[in-house]
């Protein structure tokens, strides 16, 4: 998976049917897909760093 931020936004290209998961630092879960599509665009990230989870493989990310 490619796991990458830009203003404020956060974009995840994963296999099709992925399971996607992203969690602020505090343990929240902020967006939850069990079967996403190729590219997800999540707009608008309030945190300064999140965690996503892409099926078996954790990325942590700075929110720029």
């Known amino acids: 998976a490619n796991v990458y931020s830009c ?9 099709e049917g ?3 998961r ?3 630092m ?8 069990p079967f996403a599509n190729a590219l997800i665009t999540i707009n608008n990230i309030t945190e300064n ?3 996503v989870l892409v099926n078996d493989m954790v ?4 929110i720029k």
């Open 7 to 15: 203003n404020k936004s956060l974009f995840i290209e994963a296999a």
């Open 49 to 51: 760093s999140v965690i």
């Open 18 to 20: 992925a399971s996607i």
């Open 26 to 33: 505090a343990g929240q879960c902020l967006y939850a897909n």
């Open 59 to 62: 990325y942590k990310l700075m």
């Open 22 to 24: 992203v969690f602020n």
